[in-house]
Every structure is written in C-alpha cells, then in structure tokens.
C-alpha cells in the first residue's frame, strides 16, 4: 500500500473513533494533501482491498476489522499523558497501599473511570511458576500457621488448630517432609493425588498432622486457582455497537477471558473480536498489558471496548497503570496477599 491510501485509512480510522459517523472524503481533506476526488479513489481502493466498508450506498465509509489492525499495527502514533494525567493517576495508586489484591483492584476501577470501557486485572497463569517457600510456623498453644509461596509471589496460608502440641521432633519431620516434596514443584502439576501420596507417606504422623495436611491440600487448590475481576461494565450498557447479551455473558466467562490474556506477550497487546475464537463479543476490542513483581510478571491489566476505541489515549492509560503497578509492587516490601493479611489480623 503506498503512502497516500495509508495516511487516508489513518484519517479515516481517527475521524471515525472521534464521530461514530461513516467517514467522507470531505471530512478529511484537512488531513490529506489531495482532491476531494482524489480521496475518493483511494477510498474506493481501500474498500477493494478489505479495509474499508460502506455501510450503506450513500454514505461514507468506516474502518473494517482488517483495517483497524493494520492502523493499529503500523499507524497509531500515541498521545502522551501529560503530566498532570500521570500525576492524577499516581493518586490513584498510593503507594502506601499494602494489600497487592487491593492495589490492582483499584486500578482496574480507576482505569474503567478514566477510559469509560470495562476493565479487568487478572493474576498471572500458574504454569509459570513453582512452590518457592513452604514454612510451618508455631503461633500458640496448638495453633499453627502454614505458609506457601510461589515464585510469582503469590502467598496463600493457612492457620490450623491441632489437637496436641507437637513436638520439635514432629514439626522439625514435617516442616522437612513438606520442603522436600513441595518446594521446587511447578504448580499447575499440583494435584489431590501428589498430596495423597505425600499423606500415605507420613505414616505414623498423619493422625497428629492431619490438620495441617488438609490445610496443605486447601492452599495447593487455592493457589493453583487464577483470579480475574471485571470493573466497568456498566460502562457498556447501552453501547449500540456492542450486543449486551454477548457482552455479559462473555464477562461472566472467565476462563474465556483468561484465554485472552494467556495468548498475550510481554508489552502492550490488541485484540480483536474478529481475530480470536476466545473473544465471543462482535464487534469489539481487548487492550492489555502485563505488570511485573520484582521482574517477574504478577499479572495482567487491560479495557474491553467498541472496535472504534480511542487507541492513541488508551494504550498509554494501560502502559501507564502497568507501570506503576509494577514500580509499587517491587518497592513496596510491606505490600502482601490480602488473605494473608486478613488472617493475621484475625489471629
């Protein structure tokens, strides 16, 4: 495609996002050095080659899915965030928070707030991490707390009431027995049936520890379960180019989502409705990113919306929320898993 039909279909996707109307030759003459005619032509050509469409005879003409890849892909030139929107955004995010499910959330609402779209924050996929930490932890009479940490740095615990006190020798054998079958392990390979096989091989143990086993089975479930949270959708309710029945039941799915979000890479990444079977929403586009802990990935961040989003604000919204998400997740060594806290304070 030469240079002119590419700088028309740029104009003509940015005069469409802006008006929601099918787009004339007239209406972006401004931005293209050519005849009225001349447009017309190229439109035409546009339309030929599956990146335009004429919604009806007499009208102009709106970008197909085809033309808003290629336009995302090779055209959208950004519009930075100035700096009071960096700073307003800051706001949102305290840094003083210390509960990492409580940070992420309110970004989310924050970004559904600011982009007028749904939104969604999801944990990172379990198969790129493994059990890092498992510790036993005496905390009072009978009481014990297990604590379990992947690499992601992801913590679940648990607190379990046993019927006697152990003995050193006991919690010494279990606090071993435990590291030595757990730490290391990958946790989407976590099953019933490992922990059955680690249960039949304590032996004379069991009946002692029965608590803390079963607190064992209880956090491998939890921790190899995926957290996503939706934000906004309200925000959509009413968008005439969305159907609201695809719309809610594709929210309600989260595994479909989460597909969406295992397929992305590192960076910002844009999907379209058109392009994933995953994506049950015609019409529409995903904008996500992921945000990182201490280097490693913690998750993802992203908007759903009509095809016709305002890209060249969006994507430096979400680059900007990851950012700092992760500047704060890695800085911040108070911040810690809300289950975790919430436990605490109840003990």
Partial sequence: MDDRKMKILAAVVDEYIRTGEPVGSKAIMSCINAS???????????????????????????????????????????????????????????????????????????????????????????RFSVISKVEVIPTGKRLYVLLMITSTGKIKNRTCRLELDLTDEQLESFTGFVKEHLEGVPVDVLSDEMLEKLQT?????????????????????????????????????????????????FIDDSEGLMRLVDDSFSGIHVVFSEENDSFLVSNTSLVSSN???????????????????????????????TERISEILSSNENIINEEYEDNEDAE
């Fill in 36 to 126: 009225s005619a001349t447009i017309r032509n190229e439109m035409a050509e546009l339309e030929k080659q599956g990146y335009l469409e004429q919604p009806h005879t007499s009208a102009g003409r709106i970008p197909t899915y085809s033309g808003y890849r290629l336009y995302v892909d090779q055209l959208l030139e950004t519009n930075p965030l100035s700096e009071e929107e960096r700073q307003l955004i800051s706001r949102m995010l305290p840094e003083n928070e210390y509960s990492e499910e409580r940070l992420v959330k309110s970004a989310s609402t924050a970004l559904a707030k600011l982009t007028s779209c749904a939104t969604f924050v999801s944990s990172e996929n379990p």
């Fill in 201 to 249: 091989a304590m032996g004379t143990y069991l009946l002692a520890m029965s608590p803390l086993v079963q607190g064992l089975f209880d956090m491998s479930r939890e921790i190899k379960k995926r957290d996503i949270d939706v934000s906004g959708a309200k925000n959509l309710i009413g968008c005439k180019e969305i159907d609201q029945h695809e719309l809610m039941s």
């Fill in 291 to 321: 945000f990182l802990k201490d280097g490693k990935v913690a998750g993802h961040l992203g908007v759903i919306g009509p095809m016709r989003i305002d890209y060249k604000k969006i994507i430096p919204y979400v680059e900007f929320f």
